[in-house]
């Protein structure tokens, strides 16, 4: 999946796949994430959108959906 590097103290690069709804996050403290059933691409554009991108994750995603630990 081709991940977009974005401007963030938590995110190194964000990517979303809308066939397989599956968003997928690298962040800054190590690590790339897949994030599953990640319902159409609202959640992807308003992360991108976000004035604190890093907030929004926390508040819309971190706790919400499945997480699996890509290597």
Known sequence: MNRTP???SALRSVG????????ELELTAGGRYACLAVPGRRVHRELMAAESRG??????IRDRYDWRRLR
């Not at 979303?16 to 968003?23: E, H, K, P």
């Not at 907030?55 to 819309?60: D, G, K, S």
Request: charged content about 40%; overall charge positive; aromatic content about 18%.
């Open 6 to 8: 974005v401007d963030s």
């Open 16 to 23: 979303y796949d809308a066939a397989r709804r599956v968003l």
């Open 55 to 60: 907030r929004y994750f926390v508040r819309e």
